[in-house]
């Protein structure tokens, strides 16, 4: 059975692309505000139905979901922010409640949420806990990019939940987490020739993807199909 994917938060779609990667999709849905970033996912994923603000979007309008995806906003967490670090209170990052929302109404199998990984005590903690407080068991999975074959490190932290459903105990779903740290080992990547045509450098991300604002904020596909390839290979233990 194929895990759809909605996308909340979806930048260019760097998650949705390693995910797909790894075997899963299709993507049905994504939420993003940028506009540029719209006209990009637009492209590469026409038969996907978008929606422009999260806070305006009701979980009964999107369609059921397999897998949540979000990488939700990281200005107030970031050690180079010192002047609105202040965590999931702040404006931007506490845009997290919304994605809470969501998944509380969707209750989705699978949840995989991303951030930044030098303000990761702000936030893993809270995430995890609320995660839980929905029914979700989660591990958090430390990956740079240097991981999967970069030339640089951009360290980031995936939250991966699976839901307690279907009749599962709680210790048998912490069970199956469990066995996440070991199937996520990073791969080491071909990284060819750089794809960036706006940087000139391999980034990682597809050509005719890249933008000099919108990679600076996009996930690493090769970490996220890294993800993939572990939730797809438990999902079929």
């Known amino acids: 059975m194929p895990l759809v994917i909605g996308s909340l938060f979806s930048g260019i779609g760097g998650l949705e692309l390693g995910l797909e990667r790894a075997g899963l999709g299709p993507v049905a849905w994504q ?19 978008r929606y422009r603000d999260i ?12 897998l949540l995806c979000a990488g939700f906003p990281c200005q107030n967490l970031s050690h ?24 509380a109404g969707l209750r989705p199998r699978w949840i995989v949420v991303e951030n930044i990984f030098d303000g990761w005590r702000q936030w893993v903690p809270v995430v995890r806990s ?21 030339s640089f490190p951009r360290a980031r932290v995936f939250v991966v939940a699976q839901s307690y459903g279907d009749g599962e105990s709680a210790r048998a779903v912490h069970a199956q987490m469990a066995k996440l740290p070991s199937l996520a080992r990073p791969a080491r990547s071909d990284w060819g020739r750089p794809s960036s045509r706006a940087l000139g450098m391999a980034d990682g991300v597809s050509g005719c993807m890249d933008r000099l604002h919108q990679l600076g904020n996009a996930v690493v596909p090769q970490c996220a199909e890294v993800i993939g390839r572990a939730i797809a290979e438990l999902s079929v233990t």
Do not use: F
């Open 31 to 49: 939420v993003e505000i940028d506009d540029k970033c719209r006209r990009v996912l637009a492209r590469h994923w026409p038969d996907a139905r």
């Open 55 to 66: 806070r305006g979007v009701a979980p009964d309008e999107l369609t059921e979901v397999a």
């Open 80 to 103: 180079a922010n010192v002047v609105t670090r202040t965590g999931l209170e702040g404006e931007q990052s506490g845009l997290w409640r919304e994605c809470e929302r969501i998944a």
């Open 130 to 150: 609320d995660l839980a407080r929905l029914g979700y068991a989660s591990v958090p999975l430390s990956l740079r990019a240097s991981d999967v074959g970069a």
